[in-house]
């Protein structure tokens, strides 16, 4: 596609529950990170992967977070038993040497 | 581990004054590059910065890159309330024969009309 998707746009999930977030980067980038905002804050590294090296996790915040890429294309955010400190926006962004293109977030918010 | 400072992490001004944004770093970047994201939206690349010393202008935006690649600063001159976002810078390393980049601390501005 012509820029990086993510869906859903908006998820409300209730305490408790899984919630899977979809990342579509840019055709032909091999680089893939997610990252996390809450409400005014700056980006929090959660994951990055690069090609078919092992991803770079040490930004998640507990065993509860995962993330896979398949294909080396899409890749999905699994939040696991989700607590009300997940709820922020999280962001997709792929990479070439151009620059990283973000995509336009999820915004989760969890009750 | 790379890391990247940006300050000030907060700056509130009139519209109509000059303002400068630094991104600093102990690390050097192949290149360096400007994001400015608005409310409820990805941030959006503004400028890519490869050679030390470099300067880019975009209107009243002058983005410069530090000649040793490890800092950057951002001038904005003359703000207009639409300038108001968090400004990130992001550092491209190389990795294994890749880039992977590393984003900085953001700064928030808020133009006041």
């Known amino acids: 596609g012509a820029g990086v998707s993510q869906s859903p746009s908006n998820k409300v999930t209730e305490k408790g529950k899984d919630v899977e977030l979809r990342c579509d980067p840019i055709?032909?980038?091999?680089?893939l990170y997610w990252y996390r905002q809450s409400l005014g804050q700056g980006l929090e590294f959660l994951i990055y992967f690069q090609g078919n090296s092992a991803p770079d996790k040490s930004g998640l915040p507990s065993d509860r977070f995962s993330a896979e890429r398949t294909g080396g294309s899409v890749s999905t955010l699994t939040i696991q038993r989700t607590q009300q400190e997940d709820s922020a926006v999280y962001l997709c962004?792929?990479?070439?040497?151009?620059?990283?293109?973000f995509g336009q977030g999820t915004r989760l918010t969890v009750v | 581990t790379q890391l990247l400072e940006q300050s000030p992490q907060f700056l509130s001004i009139q519209e109509g004054e000059n303002l400068t944004v630094y991104c600093n770093s102990s690390s050097v970047f192949s290149s360096l590059q400007w994001y400015r994201q608005e409310p409820g939206e990805g941030p959006v690349l503004l400028v890519t910065v490869v050679t030390g010393g470099e300067v880019k202008k975009l209107k009243r935006l002058t983005f410069q890159f530090g000649d040793a690649r490890k800092d950057s600063s951002l001038h904005i001159t003359a703000a207009q309330p639409g300038d108001t976002g968090l400004y990130l810078c992001a550092g491209a390393g190389r990795n294994s024969g890749t880039y992977k980049y590393i984003f900085g601390t953001g700064t928030r501005l808020k133009v006041l009309a």
């Open positions: 055709s032909g980038h091999t680089a």
């Open positions: 962004a792929s990479s070439s040497i151009a620059g990283a293109f």
